[in-house]
Nanobody, 126 residues
């Protein structure tokens, strides 16, 4: 079983930046796609970004494309989310997730992932 621990959340003004990190342990990190999701109060968990096992392909939701960048360092078993030009509507708990199947292209659906971190709060003030 894989364990995921997010860090890097906080309070930032609109237009600012944050970098989230997710440290993984417990299985072969480099074989699995990874993703970030977020959940705002009263809303469903939504896909933000994903990255393939080797980092060669990345995918983004339309709402963050051009502002957020997902990356990974397989030597450190860590995936990152660089968030720039933050908006108040980005306020949410951000979750890191590991894909259910190795070598699979990570999708946008929650059920494609079988390991989740506890989340880190991101709050963007106007």
């Amino acid at each position: 079983q894989v364990q995921l621990v997010e860090s890097g959340g906080g309070l930032v003004q609109a237009g600012g930046s944050l970098r989230l990190s997710c440290a993984a342990s417990g299985r072969s990190f480099s074989r699995y796609g990874m993703a970030w999701f977020r959940q705002a109060p009263g809303k469903e968990r939504e896909f933000v970004a994903s990255i393939t096992w080797g980092g060669g392909n990345t995918y983004y939701s339309d709402s963050v494309k051009g502002r957020f960048t997902i990356s990974r360092d397989n030597a450190k078993n860590t995936v990152y989310l660089q968030m720039n030009s933050l908006k108040p509507e980005d306020t949410a708990v951000f979750y890191c997730a590991a894909a259910r199947s190795p070598w699979a292209v990570p999708g946008e659906e929650v059920d494609k992932y079988d390991a989740w971190g506890r989340g880190t709060q991101v709050t963007v003030s106007s």
